[in-house]
């Protein structure tokens, strides 16, 4: 028989993000930080590529990122709302984790892989964070997809790409529970 682990499956099974413009400081501070980026690097990883790096947005740095969105905007020819609603997560930013993708070269492993194990990466962070009892919320946004963005914003190199940001900091409430999937509806059995 399997041993549950009680807490662990609780966790699981009730887990919910909280939106980043309810969130408030204080931040997790550096020690904090190193310990959820400790379990977050705990995801699998096929051929041991490690194919992402992290880069730890401190509140400093937030107003330099809202500008380059502003920049990037500009030159993309947006309009002003989509320009306010990719600055927004840096405007209201306290700290985020930015989960890089690294493609690493190999004759194994498909780029497909590196991509799939950088979003479990995010989700690993943004459970560790939850777990620890920080409020956490993964956001992507149009600048996330934008490759000026990734140089100007955070000196990205061309087998590199933003996966996600990762936004930690202290919760104000919990959000009410949203709806989710009926697993029995997408779930099919094969059994020969
Ligand atoms: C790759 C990715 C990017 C996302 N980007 C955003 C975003 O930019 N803005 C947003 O409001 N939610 C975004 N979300 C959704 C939230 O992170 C999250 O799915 C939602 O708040 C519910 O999460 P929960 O299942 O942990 O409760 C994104 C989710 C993923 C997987």
């Known amino acids: 028989m399997p041993a549950p682990n009680p807490g662990a499956t609780a966790f699981l099974q009730t887990r919910r993000s909280r939106p980043a413009k309810t969130l408030q400081m204080p931040v997790p501070d550096a020690t904090q930080i190193a310990a ?11 051929g041991k590529l490690e194919p992402w790096r992290f880069v730890v947005i401190e509140q400093p740095a937030m107003a330099r990122l809202a500008g380059v969105v502003s920049d990037r905007g500009a030159a993309l020819g947006l309009d002003a709302e989509q320009i306010t609603k990719g600055r927004n997560q ?32 995010c989700l690993a962070l943004l459970n560790a ?24 914003a955070l000196g990205l190199a061309a087998h590199e790409r933003i996966a996600g940001f990762i936004h930690i900091a202290t919760e104000t409430t919990a959000p009410p529970e949203r709806p989710r999937p009926d697993t029995k509806a997408i779930t099919s059995w094969m059994d020969a």
């Open 36 to 46: 959820l980026l400790e379990m977050a690097a705990r995801t699998p990883d096929h």
């Open 90 to 121: 840096f405007d209201q930013g306290l700290l985020a984790v930015a989960v890089i993708e690294v493609q690493k070269p190999s004759e194994k492993i498909p780029a497909l892989e590196q991509t799939y194990s950088a979003g479990a990466v």
């Open 129 to 152: 964070a939850l777990a620890a009892g920080w409020g956490a919320n993964w956001l992507s946004g149009w600048p996330s997809h934008d490759r000026g963005f990734m140089t100007d």
